[in-house]
């Protein structure tokens, strides 16, 4: 059966509902679960209908001046478009004769970004989860890793990823601003040392200047591995280039719809050459976890031309300036308490002898959006300065009225 193009009048409507939802008229909002399997189809046009009003309407907005909250971006509209063209072409980069374009506008993509990490090259994966995972698979493959080393706030993808590659998994405690203790990482002959670039819960960056030696470090840059786009603040990833592998999740702090994220080695070659399986109907060579791949440069590339590198470091020193004049707010206020003086764009705070979630819950009812995270064992607030148009006044004046 053929289920035919759209008629222009269906695609016409179904942008309206993002253009409506861009103007923030609501829809008529009726329905707050969707029948998904009806025993009659209702037609694609009224089941878009139907999924524009239940989903655009009623999903969390990243795109509202209060949120501050989690890594989880406003995507430019150029995003979504393109997007857009990636599911109608439905590309699958696994193998040439179904991915041609998806491939190349991927190896563009890396081929720009990689030097800027001081790697040589890499590939995309959904996400950093994968990242970690598919690099601390490379240092077991070419460098014999026998043990994952990583600091106390390193993200839980990284003893995920030792699970699952049956390697054993060492926690090495932090100062108090977060930073791994260098003194305490032990024996690293035969290890992958997981160095974190913008830790999940305090934004804080595990030194790098002098590189431990290991036998492979991977640096974790999910969240600010951006940074080393941006003139003014690339300094504070100095030394990133001695590691053997970087993640970086362009679904944070490069606004990119999910799933979009890069691995990149150093020495990509080897890595892919040890991360590659191929025969039966492959016509090139499967590298890393994923199989069937989405054509997920495709927005990335669309945004990294629509911005240039001085639009992207525009946004993230936006982002930057938004976190410091935030601190700076709570910093002199004795009613408020900072863990410590924001690094990366993530604030860890909270009221001085007040109840944290009774404080993110009056915010929530405003509109303004803060997360809650736990720093040994304590309830902290945790604010991300992701949304280049945070209005920061307005949340700091809501916490304190
Ligand atoms: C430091 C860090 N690493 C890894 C991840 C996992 O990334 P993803 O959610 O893209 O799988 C996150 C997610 O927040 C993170 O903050």
């Known amino acids: 059966m053929n289920d035919g193009q759209p008629t222009e009048s269906d695609l016409k409507k179904a942008l309206n509902y993002l253009l409506e939802w861009c103007a923030k008229q609501h829809f008529d909002n009726t329905s707050t679960q969707l029948n998904v399997l009806p025993d009659t189809g209702l037609g694609q046009a009224e089941a878009a209908r139907l999924t524009a009003n239940l989903s655009l309407n009623r999903a969390q907005s990243f795109h ?25 072409m439905n590309q699958n980069l696994l193998h040439p004769d179904t991915g041609e374009i998806g491939r190349q506008v991927e190896a563009d993509v890396v081929a720009a970004l990689a030097p800027h990490f001081g790697m040589d090259g890499g590939h995309m994966v959904p996400g950093s989860t994968l990242a970690n995972l598919t690099a601390i698979w490379a240092a077991r493959e070419v460098a014999g890793a026998r043990e994952v080393v990583a600091s106390e706030l390193a993200h839980l993808s990284v003893a995920k990823a030792a699970h699952v590659l049956g390697l054993p998994y060492r926690a090495v405690p932090c100062d108090g601003a977060g930073h791994i203790e260098a003194d305490q990482l032990g024996n690293l002959e035969g290890a992958c040392l997981v160095l974190t670039a913008g830790a999940t819960s305090t934004g804080s960056v595990d030194p790098m200047t002098p590189m431990p030696k290991a036998a492979w470090v991977h640096v974790d840059a999910a969240w600010a591995g951006p940074l080393r786009l941006s003139p003014t ?19 944070k702090w490069l606004w990119q719809p999910k799933d979009s994220a890069l691995i990149l080695f ?5 890595a892919h050459q040890a991360l590659s399986f191929g025969g039966a109907y492959l016509a090139a060579p499967n590298i890393g976890v994923m199989g069937s791949s989405a054509a997920r440069a495709i927005p990335l590339a669309a945004t990294l031309m629509a911005f240039g590198l001085e639009g992207i470091a525009e946004r993230l020193d936006a982002c930057m300036a938004l976190a410091s004049r935030f601190a700076g707010h709570l910093e002199a206020d004795s009613r408020f308490e900072l ?12 009221p001085v002898g007040g109840s944290v979630p009774d404080l993110r819950a009056k915010l929530a009812a405003q509109g303004y959006f803060v997360s809650q995270t736990k720093l040994d064992g304590e309830d902290w607030l945790r604010s991300v300065a992701i949304h280049p148009g945070i209005d920061v006044d307005a949340v700091y004046h809501a916490a304190r009225s």
């Open 266 to 270: 150093s020495d990509s070659t080897a």
């Open 339 to 350: 863990w410590a003086p924001p690094e990366t764009g993530v604030i860890a705070w909270r």
């Open 233 to 251: 603040h690339r300094s504070k990833l100095a030394g990133l280039d001695a590691a053997q592998s970087v993640a970086v999740s362009a679904h």
């Open 64 to 88: 509202s001046a209060g949120w501050f909250a989690h890594m989880d971006p406003p995507t430019p509209w150029v995003t979504w478009t393109t997007q857009a063209f990636t599911a109608a």
